[in-house]
Protein backbone atom coordinates (compact mmCIF):
# COMPACT_ATOMS: atom_id res chain seq x y z
CA UNK A 1 0.00 0.00 0.00
CA UNK A 2 1.07 3.49 -0.94
CA UNK A 3 1.53 6.26 1.83
CA UNK A 4 0.18 9.54 0.63
CA UNK A 5 1.42 12.89 2.14
CA UNK A 6 -0.85 14.46 4.21
CA UNK A 7 -0.83 18.58 4.47
CA UNK A 8 0.51 20.38 7.36
CA UNK A 9 -1.94 23.11 9.39
CA UNK A 10 1.00 25.68 7.91
CA UNK A 11 0.07 24.12 4.31
CA UNK A 12 3.41 22.52 4.17
CA UNK A 13 3.91 18.97 2.55
CA UNK A 14 4.37 16.37 5.49
CA UNK A 15 5.67 13.34 4.63
CA UNK A 16 6.42 10.15 6.27
CA UNK A 17 9.04 10.31 9.48
CA UNK A 18 10.64 6.75 8.07
CA UNK A 19 11.72 9.21 5.20
CA UNK A 20 13.65 12.14 7.43
CA UNK A 21 17.09 11.06 7.52
CA UNK A 22 20.28 12.58 8.82
CA UNK A 23 20.78 14.25 5.04
CA UNK A 24 17.54 16.64 5.65
CA UNK A 25 18.61 17.78 9.04
CA UNK A 26 22.19 18.41 7.56
CA UNK A 27 20.46 20.37 4.73
CA UNK A 28 18.72 22.01 7.07
CA UNK A 29 21.89 23.90 8.58
CA UNK A 30 22.59 25.17 5.22
CA UNK A 31 26.14 23.93 5.51
CA UNK A 32 27.91 25.99 3.02
CA UNK A 33 26.84 29.18 4.78
CA UNK A 34 27.48 27.92 8.05
CA UNK A 35 30.70 26.63 7.07
CA UNK A 36 31.42 30.16 5.81
CA UNK A 37 31.10 31.34 8.84
CA UNK A 38 33.37 29.02 10.77
CA UNK A 39 36.34 29.92 7.78
CA UNK A 40 35.63 33.53 8.59
CA UNK A 41 36.03 33.10 12.66
CA UNK A 42 39.25 31.01 11.77
CA UNK A 43 40.61 33.97 9.82
CA UNK A 44 40.30 36.43 12.62
CA UNK A 45 41.47 34.13 15.20
CA UNK A 46 44.69 33.14 12.85
CA UNK A 47 45.32 36.63 11.95
CA UNK A 48 45.55 37.75 15.89
CA UNK A 49 48.07 34.82 16.71
CA UNK A 50 51.41 33.61 15.81
CA UNK A 51 50.82 30.42 16.79
CA UNK A 52 47.75 27.61 16.91
CA UNK A 53 46.53 26.20 20.26
CA UNK A 54 44.72 23.62 19.02
CA UNK A 55 42.92 23.34 21.87
CA UNK A 56 41.19 25.94 21.44
CA UNK A 57 41.37 26.09 17.69
CA UNK A 58 38.99 23.13 17.52
CA UNK A 59 36.39 24.35 19.89
CA UNK A 60 35.91 27.38 18.18
CA UNK A 61 35.24 25.70 15.38
CA UNK A 62 33.02 23.40 16.96
CA UNK A 63 30.72 26.39 18.58
CA UNK A 64 30.67 28.21 15.48
CA UNK A 65 29.58 25.34 13.67
CA UNK A 66 26.61 24.70 15.89
CA UNK A 67 25.44 28.47 16.14
CA UNK A 68 25.61 28.79 12.43
CA UNK A 69 23.66 25.69 11.99
CA UNK A 70 21.27 26.13 14.65
CA UNK A 71 20.73 30.00 13.41
CA UNK A 72 19.84 28.30 9.60
CA UNK A 73 17.68 25.95 11.14
CA UNK A 74 15.63 28.40 13.15
CA UNK A 75 15.76 30.77 10.19
CA UNK A 76 14.33 28.10 7.73
CA UNK A 77 11.88 27.14 11.10
CA UNK A 78 10.60 31.39 10.82
CA UNK A 79 10.65 31.25 6.73
CA UNK A 80 9.20 27.94 6.34
CA UNK A 81 5.78 29.85 4.56
CA UNK A 82 8.51 32.17 2.42
CA UNK A 83 10.47 29.27 1.14
CA UNK A 84 7.40 27.06 0.37
CA UNK A 85 6.78 29.83 -2.20
CA UNK A 86 9.96 30.68 -4.11
CA UNK A 87 11.43 27.63 -6.49
CA UNK A 88 14.78 28.37 -5.09
CA UNK A 89 13.37 27.08 -1.38
CA UNK A 90 10.71 25.18 -2.32
CA UNK A 91 12.83 21.55 -2.14
CA UNK A 92 14.11 23.02 1.86
CA UNK A 93 13.27 20.26 4.77
CA UNK A 94 10.94 22.10 5.98
CA UNK A 95 8.63 23.10 2.78
CA UNK A 96 9.16 19.16 1.53
CA UNK A 97 8.04 17.95 5.29
CA UNK A 98 11.22 15.93 5.15
CA UNK A 99 11.55 17.95 9.30
CA UNK A 100 8.84 18.82 10.52
CA UNK A 101 8.98 22.70 11.54
CA UNK A 102 9.03 22.10 15.55
CA UNK A 103 11.93 19.84 14.93
CA UNK A 104 13.42 21.87 13.35
CA UNK A 105 12.36 24.75 16.20
CA UNK A 106 14.28 22.31 18.29
CA UNK A 107 17.14 21.07 16.87
CA UNK A 108 17.99 24.99 15.77
CA UNK A 109 17.32 26.13 19.44
CA UNK A 110 19.60 23.12 20.51
CA UNK A 111 22.32 23.74 18.47
CA UNK A 112 22.78 27.36 19.32
CA UNK A 113 22.52 26.68 23.42
CA UNK A 114 25.17 23.99 22.96
CA UNK A 115 27.30 26.25 20.53
CA UNK A 116 27.18 29.56 23.02
CA UNK A 117 28.17 26.76 25.82
CA UNK A 118 30.88 25.65 24.25
CA UNK A 119 32.17 28.84 23.21
CA UNK A 120 32.14 30.12 26.98
CA UNK A 121 33.33 27.56 28.52
CA UNK A 122 36.19 26.49 26.13
CA UNK A 123 37.25 29.80 24.43
CA UNK A 124 36.19 32.79 26.40
CA UNK A 125 33.33 35.07 27.17
CA UNK A 126 33.57 37.60 24.26
CA UNK A 127 33.43 35.39 21.78
CA UNK A 128 30.31 33.76 23.15
CA UNK A 129 28.34 36.87 23.76
CA UNK A 130 29.58 37.64 20.16
CA UNK A 131 27.77 34.74 18.97
CA UNK A 132 24.95 35.28 20.85
CA UNK A 133 24.75 38.89 19.22
CA UNK A 134 25.47 37.40 15.81
CA UNK A 135 22.42 35.02 16.53
CA UNK A 136 19.88 37.77 18.01
CA UNK A 137 20.89 40.16 15.04
CA UNK A 138 20.52 37.53 12.28
CA UNK A 139 16.89 35.78 14.17
CA UNK A 140 15.46 39.25 15.64
CA UNK A 141 16.13 41.47 13.42
CA UNK A 142 17.22 40.18 9.78
CA UNK A 143 15.12 37.47 9.06
CA UNK A 144 11.73 39.56 10.04
CA UNK A 145 13.51 42.50 8.25
CA UNK A 146 13.03 40.80 4.76
CA UNK A 147 9.11 41.16 5.17
CA UNK A 148 8.99 44.38 5.80
CA UNK A 149 12.29 46.77 4.62
CA UNK A 150 14.19 47.25 1.39
CA UNK A 151 17.58 47.70 3.80
CA UNK A 152 17.26 44.08 4.92
CA UNK A 153 20.32 43.50 2.87
CA UNK A 154 22.29 46.05 4.73
CA UNK A 155 20.40 45.35 8.15
CA UNK A 156 21.40 41.34 7.87
CA UNK A 157 24.91 41.65 7.12
CA UNK A 158 25.77 42.97 10.85
CA UNK A 159 25.32 39.99 11.46
CA UNK A 160 27.51 38.10 8.63
CA UNK A 161 30.21 40.39 9.60
CA UNK A 162 30.44 39.13 12.97
CA UNK A 163 32.10 35.80 12.88
CA UNK A 164 35.84 36.96 12.33
CA UNK A 165 35.55 38.94 15.65
CA UNK A 166 34.51 36.24 17.14
CA UNK A 167 37.61 34.87 16.60
CA UNK A 168 39.15 38.02 17.10
CA UNK A 169 38.07 37.55 20.14
CA UNK A 170 38.45 34.05 20.56
CA UNK A 171 42.53 35.07 20.43
CA UNK A 172 41.93 37.67 23.24
CA UNK A 173 42.16 40.60 20.87
CA UNK A 174 38.53 41.82 20.42
CA UNK A 175 38.86 45.42 20.89
CA UNK A 176 42.34 45.78 18.25
CA UNK A 177 41.61 47.38 14.70
CA UNK A 178 42.13 44.79 12.50
CA UNK A 179 39.45 43.25 13.93
CA UNK A 180 37.41 45.64 13.15
CA UNK A 181 38.95 45.67 9.65
CA UNK A 182 38.08 42.75 8.93
CA UNK A 183 34.39 43.48 10.28
CA UNK A 184 34.74 46.00 7.92
CA UNK A 185 35.32 43.59 4.49
CA UNK A 186 32.68 41.15 5.60
CA UNK A 187 29.94 43.59 5.77
CA UNK A 188 31.02 45.65 2.50
CA UNK A 189 31.34 41.88 0.46
CA UNK A 190 27.52 41.10 1.47
CA UNK A 191 26.50 43.79 -0.31
CA UNK A 192 27.25 42.97 -4.13
CA UNK A 193 26.96 39.40 -2.94
CA UNK A 194 23.77 39.44 -2.22
CA UNK A 195 22.39 42.12 -4.29
CA UNK A 196 23.85 39.90 -7.46
CA UNK A 197 21.69 37.06 -6.01
CA UNK A 198 18.54 39.18 -4.79
CA UNK A 199 18.43 40.44 -8.73
CA UNK A 200 18.87 37.34 -10.29
CA UNK A 201 16.60 35.67 -7.94
CA UNK A 202 13.87 38.99 -8.10
CA UNK A 203 10.66 37.26 -9.48
CA UNK A 204 10.74 34.77 -6.80
CA UNK A 205 11.62 37.30 -4.04
CA UNK A 206 8.23 39.16 -5.82
CA UNK A 207 6.53 35.78 -5.33
CA UNK A 208 7.52 35.52 -1.50
CA UNK A 209 6.25 39.05 -0.55
CA UNK A 210 9.81 39.76 0.67
CA UNK A 211 11.22 43.53 0.40
CA UNK A 212 14.41 42.92 -1.63
CA UNK A 213 15.79 46.06 -2.78
CA UNK A 214 15.51 44.24 -6.46
CA UNK A 215 11.39 44.12 -5.98
CA UNK A 216 11.09 47.59 -5.33
CA UNK A 217 13.58 48.41 -8.10
CA UNK A 218 12.37 47.02 -11.18
CA UNK A 219 14.91 48.51 -13.70
CA UNK A 220 17.61 47.39 -11.69
CA UNK A 221 19.01 51.39 -11.28
CA UNK A 222 19.26 51.34 -7.98
CA UNK A 223 20.57 47.95 -7.21
CA UNK A 224 23.44 48.19 -9.47
CA UNK A 225 24.39 51.81 -8.31
CA UNK A 226 24.16 50.67 -4.81
CA UNK A 227 26.40 47.53 -6.03
CA UNK A 228 28.98 49.72 -7.68
CA UNK A 229 29.31 52.23 -4.61
CA UNK A 230 29.33 48.89 -1.94
CA UNK A 231 32.27 46.97 -4.23
CA UNK A 232 34.54 50.48 -3.87
CA UNK A 233 34.23 50.09 -0.38
CA UNK A 234 35.02 46.87 -0.55
CA UNK A 235 38.43 47.47 -2.39
CA UNK A 236 38.97 50.67 0.25
CA UNK A 237 38.38 48.09 3.23
CA UNK A 238 40.29 44.82 1.57
CA UNK A 239 43.42 47.92 1.68
CA UNK A 240 43.50 48.79 5.16
CA UNK A 241 44.84 45.80 6.77
CA UNK A 242 48.20 47.15 5.11
CA UNK A 243 47.69 50.52 5.19
CA UNK A 244 47.35 50.43 9.41
CA UNK A 245 50.64 48.10 9.19
CA UNK A 246 49.42 44.57 9.87
CA UNK A 247 49.84 43.34 6.52
CA UNK A 248 53.29 43.69 3.59
CA UNK A 249 52.53 45.58 0.47
CA UNK A 250 52.57 42.19 -1.50
CA UNK A 251 48.96 41.66 0.08
CA UNK A 252 48.25 45.47 -1.07
CA UNK A 253 49.13 44.43 -4.37
CA UNK A 254 47.42 41.00 -4.30
CA UNK A 255 44.34 42.83 -2.40
CA UNK A 256 44.14 45.63 -4.91
CA UNK A 257 44.39 43.61 -8.15
CA UNK A 258 41.65 41.30 -6.76
CA UNK A 259 39.18 44.45 -5.68
CA UNK A 260 40.06 45.74 -9.59
CA UNK A 261 39.02 42.19 -10.66
CA UNK A 262 35.77 42.66 -8.44
CA UNK A 263 34.76 46.42 -9.67
CA UNK A 264 34.98 45.73 -13.50
CA UNK A 265 31.89 43.15 -12.73
CA UNK A 266 30.20 45.98 -10.18
CA UNK A 267 30.82 48.71 -13.14
CA UNK A 268 29.56 46.22 -16.35
CA UNK A 269 26.37 45.19 -14.10
CA UNK A 270 25.83 49.25 -14.52
CA UNK A 271 24.96 48.72 -17.79
CA UNK A 272 21.09 47.80 -18.21
CA UNK A 273 22.10 45.62 -21.61
CA UNK A 274 24.30 43.44 -19.77
CA UNK A 275 22.93 43.56 -15.88
CA UNK A 276 21.11 40.04 -16.90
CA UNK A 277 24.24 38.12 -17.49
CA UNK A 278 26.43 40.27 -15.37
CA UNK A 279 24.43 39.50 -12.25
CA UNK A 280 25.55 35.88 -12.45
CA UNK A 281 29.22 36.67 -12.55
CA UNK A 282 29.17 39.16 -10.48
CA UNK A 283 27.79 36.60 -7.45
CA UNK A 284 30.42 34.26 -8.86
CA UNK A 285 33.24 36.73 -8.81
CA UNK A 286 32.03 37.43 -5.25
CA UNK A 287 31.92 33.68 -4.15
CA UNK A 288 35.75 33.06 -5.50
CA UNK A 289 36.84 36.79 -3.96
CA UNK A 290 36.22 36.04 -0.51
CA UNK A 291 38.32 32.77 -0.36
CA UNK A 292 41.00 34.34 -1.94
CA UNK A 293 41.65 37.63 -0.01
CA UNK A 294 41.10 36.18 3.24
CA UNK A 295 43.73 33.55 2.20
CA UNK A 296 46.02 36.03 1.22
CA UNK A 297 45.56 37.96 4.80
CA UNK A 298 46.32 35.11 7.02
CA UNK A 299 49.58 33.88 4.65
CA UNK A 300 50.84 37.24 5.22
CA UNK A 301 50.09 37.57 8.41
CA UNK A 302 52.59 34.61 8.74
CA UNK A 303 54.58 35.30 6.64
CA UNK A 304 55.39 38.80 6.82
CA UNK A 305 54.11 40.29 9.69
CA UNK A 306 53.80 38.09 12.91
Known amino acids: MTQTKEQHPTGLATVPASRTTWRHYLELTKPRLSFLSVITAMVGYLAALPYWDWSRTLFLMLGTALCAGGVAALNQWMESDLDARMRRTADRPIPTGHVQPGSAFIVGWLMCL ?36 RWNTEIGAISG ?52 ISVTDPSGRRVARRTFIWTVLLVASSVLPTLLGYCSWYYFAFAAALGLWFLRSAFLFLDPDKRETEARRLFLISIAYLPLLLTLLVADRYFFRL
Open 114 to 149: IGLGVLFKEVNGMSAFLALATIVAYLAIYTPAKRWS
Open 161 to 212: ALPPMIGWAAAGRSNDPLGWTLFAILYTWQMPHFFALCWTYRKDYAAAGMKM
